[in-house]
């Protein structure tokens, strides 16, 4: 197979990049064992880097409220739907390792109404789906369902807001052409052993 390009636009070399943003990067590396492409590929805009990776930081990384396993379900539900290959792949690997099960990524991508997840799970999916793909249409009944399901006002919020981040996401994903990379295919299919 041949080695194609992570990303249509322009991939600056570490040594070229800011010292703040060279350091994440390499951060992440240590952490991950390679680069997801999506730090290089945002890499060659600083600034919005800069504002992307905040933003993902302060609602992907919360301990408190959704777990982290239910916040890649929204990441991995909605970026299907918006037909994202990157974040599907990419956040897929996280959220098999995050909720500990190798089926629940390709369930929740392919038709979340059908996977291995509570019917909670299933209301906050509903939720972020209509976020995601029909914002406008959004009323209060949506916010009654939610509430019964025992989510507060503050996960309701992280809900909205981690479909709406990633349907920004998954926009310069699919503009960029972002390959996903290799490592995640196979990130929490198999047990460590």
């Excluded at 990067?25 to 492409?37: C, S």
């Excluded at 239910?70 to 037909?83: F, P, Y």
């Excluded at 479909?163 to 972002?178: H, P, V, Y």
Aim: aromatic share 8%; net charge negative.
């Amino acid at each position: 197979m041949s080695e194609q390009a992570i990303s249509r636009f322009p991939v600056p070399e570490l040594k070229d990049l800011p010292d703040d943003i060279r350091e994440k990067i390499l951060a992440v590396q240590e952490k991950a064992g390679f680069v997801p492409n999506v730090f290089l590929t945002l890499a060659h805009r600083p600034d919005e880097f800069r504002a992307f990776f905040a933003y993902h930081d302060a609602l992907m990384e919360k301990n408190e409220g959704l777990t982290k396993a239910e916040r890649e379900m929204i990441v991995v539900a909605t970026s299907g739907a918006n037909n994202c290959l990157y974040c599907v792949v990419a956040h897929g690997a996280i959220l098999r390792i995050r909720a500990k099960n190798p089926r629940v990524a390709d369930q929740v991508a392919t038709n979340y109404r059908k996977a291995e997840i509570t019917l909670r799970q299933r209301a906050m999916l509903d939720f972020a789906m209509k976020v995601a793909l029909a914002a406008a249409t959004v009323d209060e009944a949506d916010f009654a369902v939610l509430r019964e399901h025992g989510f507060s006002e503050a996960d309701i919020w992280d809900i909205g807001a981690i479909a709406a981040f990633f349907a920004l996401s998954n926009r310069l994903a699919n503009l960029s052409s972002m390959r996903p990379n290799e490592e995640f295919y196979l990130m929490g299919r198999l047990p460590k052993g």
